[in-house]
């Protein structure tokens, strides 16, 4: 990383969590991951879910197509874990360079996860086979039991399934706890052991709970997992500032339709890849961190997945830019609506 007052240059960044979608949403969204990511995670689970290495090349190969001209954006596919896959299924896919990893949704837990795990007995035989060839898992760290309030669901699954069995049984198992929310997530993390590390999303270093609740109810900010009280945005905070290498960029950017968001029962997510890359920047800059802003970005998930860092290299410069408006789904009359819309950051990319 090199640094001047006003510029800042970093190795260039991978998003280790994203939702594309398909179709018309797919090639409105996927350019801004591309203007300033060298890779993605590419979340599975599309309707219905992306569960063979079949069905992952073909979603690669329509990712593929939808890329901007002279971009070389490399989509990582994954395997939606369901209580009937098959563990030669997921080893051939891994094994065959297709799954990078497999993405697990507790049933009901949040957009699109109604076809998940319904019991945890169902999937030791493919955790087993995960653990046995290097292949990480990637969790929707919630209970999603209706009785367990909202706000207690990451603190639920970390009890119930991280500590209870799932690191005992499988203790070199690769597991990603994604979009962690709360204290006891980054706690938890930063004591486990090298084979266990945690997405952080912008979104969640930015607002808390009564950013979304308070002055009345704000759709757009409207997530799972929720934000969480302040003391958890600050633990957040504060573990990605500290440079420890369990932490890395997953901005789980997830767009939905305005009419989706804006109705009776709105669809959770955020769309933030438009600008989350200054967001981080400007959270860094807060925390008087910086010099652990390229590690966080560009250097800590390749090391977990075992991948080299990218070669090239992306520019931001201390210059106050407005969040640019809504976003055009084409073919329709719906658009896309980017998290702070309106609002200023005091950074911008210059170069990809």
């Known amino acids: 990383m090199t640094t001047t007052p006003n510029k ?7 998003d280790w969590h994203l939702h594309l979608r398909d179709g018309a949403t ?5 350019p801004y991951t591309a203007a300033h990511y060298g ?4 979340m599975p689970n599309l309707t219905p879910p992306v569960t063979t290495t079949a069905e992952a090349i073909a979603y690669r190969e329509r990712i593929l197509a939808a890329l901007p001209e002279g971009s070389d954006f490399t989509p990582l596919m994954t395997c939606y874990l369901t209580d009937n896959t098959d563990p030669d299924e997921v080893e051939t896919g891994f094994k065959q360079g297709v799954f990078t990893a497999v993405k697990l949704y507790p049933a009901r837990a949040t957009t699109n996860s109604e076809f998940g795990v319904t019991a945890w007995d169902n999937i030791r035989d493919v955790l087993a086979r995960m653990e046995k060839i290097g292949m990480p898992l990637l969790v929707h760290g919630e209970e999603a039991d209706p009785d367990i309030d909202i706000f207690d669901r990451e603190g639920a699954f970390i009890d119930r399934v991280l500590s209870a069995w799932m690191t005992r049984d499988y203790p070199e198992l690769k597991i990603v706890l994604e979009h962690i929310t709360t204290k006891e997530g980054a706690e938890y993390v930063r004591q486990a052991g090298r084979n266990i590390a945690a997405t952080v ?8 709970r009564n950013d979304i609740l308070a002055g009345g109810i704000r ?7 929720i934000a969480k009280r302040e003391i958890h945005r600050q633990a957040l905070r504060e573990a990605v500032a500290s440079g420890d290498q369990s932490f890395f960029l997953g901005t789980d950017s997830a767009p939905h339709p305005i009419s989706a968001k804006e109705t009776d029962c709105g669809c959770a997510g955020i769309f933030n890849v438009a600008n989350a890359i200054e967001i981080y920047a400007n959270v860094f800059e807060e925390m008087d961190a910086l010099d652990h802003f390229e590690a966080f ?3 800590n998930g390749p090391n977990f997945y075992g991948l080299e860092a990218n070669t090239g290299v992306l520019t931001l410069k201390r210059s106050p830019q407005i969040v640019m408006g809504d976003i055009d789904i084409p073919g329709g009359n719906d658009t896309i609506r980017p998290f702070l819309s309106g609002e200023k950051t005091n950074w911008s990319v210059v170069n990809n």
């Open 297 to 299: 970005a560009s250097l």
């Open 39 to 42: 890779r993605a995670i590419v």
């Open 26 to 30: 797919l090639s409105a969204v996927l």
């Open 8 to 14: 800042l240059s970093i190795i260039l960044p991978d």
């Open 219 to 225: 759709p757009h900010l409207y997530c799972l997992p």
């Open 201 to 208: 999303t912008p979104h969640h270093l930015v607002i808390n």
